[in-house]
């Protein structure tokens, strides 16, 4: 098949270092072309996707910015659409791109919403329901039943990319924004509880500075030790983090539709310990890749009891379930149901209810 697959013009692909959307991209690109696929990015041009890339801006737009992806997504679909027949499926990875898929109506169109949910999104969803709509979790379904999530399909990463960890560093970890809903304040608060170490890695976007300095430089510098504060990680600090860690705590305050640093972790053997909120019931086995928690004071407990942990049963669970090439197999499985179909109209049925859910024995 030939594929194009539209990520965002604010990161690169994959990601120095914060991108979630933008490392699933990458993840897709390479085991896509991996499968036989060509495959056409179109990213910033400092991205390094597996496959062919293209591209409207040299580097990045950040803070993200409206009417950059707007460019990004006219540039894209004026590439997509100068060579009639040139792309088989095209699968975006930002919203403004569905309203130049509705100007060509002969190429499938498949949408992953990678995003909790939001009104105003909803509404634009409303206005094309002609592209095929991918969710990244059940919960994140279950919360927007107006979006059209035809198929669900979890995130992978490559387990060759992530080395065993021994979590010999006597410390936990938190990985991720200093941001309200990510709960740093929560991890800082256990792990003192619990009276060991936190080392945290992850930076301060400008919306979330007003909490940052309400919550969370209180608690740095408050005397009290025991934080390690390392700023945000590039891969391989990032694994050298996690591989140390004797528990990686996320301790969310919001419905996260996945949360990439929880796979990250497992693959590396450090349990994951977090709150039932969002995707973590689909996530984490309890006992087996971490503990799901009520609390600040559970994490505590949990944290307080992990010297019987088996890293290696955990490991070898999440390349299992958590694999890229996975993935990528359940996209193609999708690309070539909506091919095979001789309609231009929605291919499957758009009750929340009714969604597929890919690899569900993969996921048991």
């Not at 965002?8 to 990458?26: F, I």
């Not at 060579?83 to 569905?98: C, E, K, M, N, R």
């Not at 019931?281 to 309890?286: A, G, H, K, L, T």
Request: net charge negative.
């Amino acid at each position: 098949m030939r594929i194009a697959l539209v990520s965002s013009c604010a990161v690169t692909v994959p990601p120095r270092a914060y991108g979630g959307t933008e490392l699933v991209v990458a993840e897709l690109a390479k085991n896509l072309t991996r499968l036989g696929h060509d495959v056409t990015t179109f990213a910033t041009g400092d991205s390094e996707p597996a496959g062919k890339l293209d591209y409207r801006f040299e580097r990045p737009i950040w803070p993200p910015f409206e009417s950059a992806e707007l460019r990004h997504a006219a540039y894209s679909w004026k590439k997509i659409t100068a060579t009639p027949g040139a792309f088989d499926i095209v699968h975006t990875h930002q919203a403004p791109s569905l309203a130049f898929a509705s100007l060509a109506p002969s190429i499938r169109t498949v949408y992953t919403v990678h995003h909790c949910r939001d009104e105003r999104l909803s509404e634009l969803y409303r206005d094309f329901p002609d592209a095929t709509y991918i969710g990244i979790s059940r919960r994140q379904a279950e919360l927007a039943p107006e979006v059209p999530m035809d198929e669900i399909i979890l995130h992978g990463l490559d387990p060759e990319l992530y080395e065993a960890g021994r979590g010999d560093g006597g410390y936990v970890a938190f990985l991720g924004r200093f941001a309200h809903e990510k709960g740093p304040h929560f991890a800082i608060d256990a792990a003192r509880l619990a009276g060991v170490t936190l080392r945290m890695g992850g930076g301060v976007h400008p919306p979330d500075r007003p909490y940052f300095e309400r919550e969370v430089r209180p608690r740095l510098e408050d005397g009290k030790g025991g934080i390690e504060w390392l700023g945000e990680l590039s891969h391989v600090p990032k694994l050298s983090l996690l591989g140390g860690a004797r528990a990686m705590l996320f301790p969310i305050d919001w419905e996260e539709p996945f949360g990439l640093v929880m796979i990250e972790s497992m693959l590396v053997g450090t349990p994951v310990i977090a709150f039932a909120r969002g995707s973590v019931p689909e996530v984490v086995e309890d006992g087996v890749t971490g503990f799901v928690v009520r609390d600040v004071a559970e994490m505590a407990e949990r944290i307080r009891h992990l010297d019987s942990f088996d890293r290696a049963r955990c490991r070898e669970r999440a390349r299992e379930r958590w694999s890229s090439l996975r993935m990528a197999r359940e996209h193609v499985a999708l690309y070539e149901r909506l091919l095979s179909r001789s309609t231009h109209g929605r291919p499957l049925t758009a009750a929340p209810s009714a969604a597929r859910v890919s690899g569900e024995r993969a996921i048991q």
